[in-house]
Each structure stands twice: as C-alpha cells, then as structure tokens.
C-alpha cells in the first residue's frame, strides 16, 4: 500500500520568504505526481503534475521537483504572499489510484 | 466552463438516519470519483467510475455505502444507515478519461455531520 507523508504538518512564515514544502511516498513505481492547495471548506485545485519521467515542473512562482527513485517531492513556492495561505497536499498516482498525504498548512504573515 | 458541481455543501442528520450526495462532473468527463476526507488527512478513494460502471470501489464500506451514476453522468453517494464515524468531507472530482495522465478537478465537498 502507498504511504505518502508530508512535512512540516504546519508552516508560519512572513511575506517574501520563499516556502519548501516536502512529500515522500514509499512505493516508487509512481505514474505521476500532483500538488494541491486547498483552501478552507472548499475542494481541492491542482497545481502542478509531474510525469514519472519528469524530474520537475513550473507554473508562475511554483516549482515542483521529482526524485522518484527516493520517494521524494519538493514544492518551492518563491516569494511567498499572504494569498498562499492554504492547505498543500501531495499525491501519488499509482493503477490510476490517487494516494494522499495529510497535507501541510501553511500560513503567510503580511 | 462549470467545474464539478456537489450538493448539498453541507449536512446534519441524527445518527442511523439515511443521506445522500450528489455530484454533476465537468461536462464530457467519463471518470467520475467519490472521495472521503476527515479532519485534518488527505482524501481517500471510496470509487471509481468509467462512464456507468464502478471499476474500483474496493473501499467503498458496501454494508452502509452505495453509489450509482445512471447514464454515465450525475452520480450519487448513499449512506444508509449513518454512523457518528462518518462525520467527514466527501468529495467528487472527475477527469477526462481515467488515463493515469490526467488531472482530476475537485467539487467543493459535501460536509456532513452525524450527531
């Protein structure tokens, strides 16, 4: 069974520090990789996918990175902004099954 | 372009009282999923549809739990009865296809409590 762990739980940081968020996952023989934000009591949106045989992926001020062969993922997140404040959750693709870690809560002081 | 429609967006029912959710996904999208979310975890996947068949509700709990998607469009989440354990988000979110490849759009959840 895919384990996937995210850490920190909780992340408190002032505007303009750029934010790392990590996810591991135990089973490596992974599809594909997604990061979503969620914002409180509403549904999840995808920021980025990274392919298997992707080592990273941007979008604006997100960056993702891949190592599949250790089970790792990082988001980077420059120049963070007080609208970041969110809920980010990894997850692994494996036989079309999304497996999710518990997220972490990142809150951005202005 | 709708996203992933869900209602209701939250609901209270005593315990051993029936429920049920419904979701409409973004339109032309063939995969459609039902996912449970607790306080403070990731999402996990009740099931699965291609188009009107369920192609994966291994953890959908079938003693309580049922789904359908009549027409291969709108589906629907039953749980008959409710438990104060099943007080949690259930999600929706539909894709294209069910290729590996493809993102999954999420509904804003159903919160439902069980007193």
């Known amino acids: 069974k895919q384990e996937v762990t995210q850490i920190p739980a909780a992340l408190s940081v002032p505007e303009g520090e750029n934010l790392v968020l990590n996810c591991s996952f135990t089973?490596?023989?992974?599809?594909?990789l997604q990061w979503f934000r969620q914002d409180p009591g509403k549904g999840l949106t995808s920021l980025l996918l990274i392919q298997s045989s992707q080592r990273e992926q941007t979008s604006g001020r997100l960056n993702a990175s891949l190592d599949k062969s250790s089970g790792r993922s990082t988001l980077y997140i420059a120049a963070s902004q007080p609208g970041d404040s969110a809920t980010y959750l990894c997850a692994v693709c494996n036989d079309y099954k999304l497996s999710f870690g518990a997220g972490t809560t990142v809150t951005v002081r202005a | 372009e709708a996203g992933v429609v869900q209602s209701p967006r939250y609901k209270i029912i005593e315990k051993k009282q029936p429920v049920a959710f419904w979701c409409n996904p973004i339109s032309g999208h063939n995969t459609l999923y039902w996912y449970l979310q607790n306080l403070g975890q990731g999402p996990e996947l009740l099931i699965r549809y291609e188009n009107e068949e369920a192609v994966d509700d291994s953890q959908l709990p079938k003693d309580r739990f049922s789904a359908e998607r009549l027409k291969g469009v709108d589906s629907t989440l039953k749980i008959q009865p409710a438990e104060l354990g099943d007080s949690a988000v259930y999600l929706c979110?539909?894709?294209?296809?069910?290729?590996?490849?493809?993102?999954?759009?999420f509904g804003p959840g159903t919160r439902l409590t069980v007193l």
């Open positions: 979110a539909s894709s294209a296809e069910g290729r590996t490849a493809d993102t999954q759009y």
């Open positions: 089973d490596s023989a992974i599809y594909n």
